[in-house]
Structure formats: structure tokens, C-alpha cells
């Protein structure tokens, strides 16, 4: 299982990024995917998380205003789309993907496999 995410950089706050996370090795359009972030020094924290077909989605609550998430199964691809970045989402970000067949979920655990994770950097 592979989970290659990008669209990470460097942008000024204010602005908008978009991440995408493909998967190859697995049944993508079986899995539930998440997005986490890590910044330094702090623990790995849920932003979003889409159930596989895409019709459920879920974000932190500090985030949803912002942050939506959305998924291409034809394309074996999740996205997340950030608006309004500020310094406090500096991080880095992480794809992972849960077999579970349950709803999206902000717990960790649940996740099976992680992607590399891509580095976002919001300058003020």
C-alpha cells in the first residue's frame, strides 16, 4: 500500500492550498480516508476524514469552516481543500487510509496505513 501526498509549500496567510493524497495497493474506493497534521513539537491531530463513497464527511471543529475534504474514487485520490490558512496551520500533513468500512473517524487508531506526509507552512 502506497499513499503519496502533495501540494504541500509555502504560502502567506490568507491564501488557499489544496493537498492530494493517491493511494495505489489497495481498494480505495473501500476505504475510508483521513487527513491528520503534525506541527512541532505537538502531537498528531485529525483534521478531516471522508467514508469511502464520499457521502459522509467529518472535520475537527476548529477547522470545518475552512478546511473540506473530498475524494475521487476514479482516480484513487482524496483531497484537501484549505482556505483562510493562518500561521497555527503550520504542520505537517498526513493522509492515511482506514479499512474499517465504518463512518470517517478522528481517532488514530483506526487508521491502517499512512501516507509520508507533506509539509504545510503558513507565513503571517
Known amino acids: 500500500v502506497q499513499l503519496q501526498a502533495s501540494g504541500g509549500g509555502l504560502v502567506q496567510a490568507g491564501d488557499s492550498l489544496r493537498l492530494s493524497c493517491a493511494a495505489s495497493?489497495?481498494?480505495?474506493?473501500?476505504?475510508?480516508m483521513g487527513w491528520f497534521r503534525q506541527a512541532p513539537g505537538k502531537e498528531r491531530e485529525f483534521v478531516c476524514a471522508i467514508s469511502w463513497g464520499g457521502s459522509i464527511t467529518y472535520c475537527a471543529d476548529s477547522l470545518k469552516d475552512r478546511f473540506t475534504i473530498s475524494r475521487d474514487n476514479d482516480k484513487n485520490t482524496v483531497y484537501l481543500q484549505m482556505n483562510s490558512l493562518k500561521s497555527d496551520d503550520t504542520a505537517v500533513y498526513y493522509c492515511a487510509a482506514d479499512r474499517s468500512y465504518g463512518n470517517p473517524s478522528s481517532n488514530i487508531g483506526s487508521y491502517d496505513y499512512w501516507g509520508q506526509g507533506t509539509q504545510v507552512t503558513v507565513s503571517s
Open positions: 495497493r489497495l481498494a480505495f474506493s473501500s476505504y475510508v
